[in-house]
Nanobody, 115 residues
Framework: QVQIVESGGGLVQPGGSLRLSCSAS????????MNWFRQVPGTQREFVAS???????KYGDSVKDRFSISRVGTKNLIFLQMDMLRPEDTATYYC?????????WGQGTQVTVSS
């Protein structure tokens, strides 16, 4: 069984920074990509960033030039560095791992941007 755990959320003022972490444990064979999504209650889950096993990176339009996704070597550990945070970045952030047709999600970590 694969477990995904996010951490690093919290309360930050507008313009501030946070770094989220996500680790996966268990039997993951044929890893394809690792993603960050976010969701505000009552809305659809929004794509934030992804990195695949070749190091190719994509960002959602609303976070480009402010957020940065990275992976620690070949480990099942990724980060999301979030800079210049805005109140509209407030959401629950979810990590997602995709491997050989399987996909699993973490429980999410809350990010609140407010003065």
């Amino acid at each position: 069984q694969v477990q995904i755990v996010e951490s690093g959320g919290g309360l930050v003022q507008p313009g501030g920074s946070l770094r989220l972490s996500c680790s996966a444990s268990g039997n993951i064979f044929g890893l394809r990509e690792m993603n960050w999504f976010r969701q505000v209650p009552g809305t659809q889950r929004e794509f934030v960033a992804s990195i695949d096993t070749h190091g190719r990176i994509k960002y959602g339009d609303s976070v480009k030039d402010r957020f940065s996704i990275s992976r620690v070597g070949t480990k099942n550990l990724i980060f999301l560095q979030m800079d210049m945070l805005r109140p509209e970045d407030t959401a629950t952030y979810y990590c997602n791992f995709v491997w050989q047709g399987n996909s699993n999600w973490g429980q999410g970590t809350q990010v609140t941007v407010s003065s």
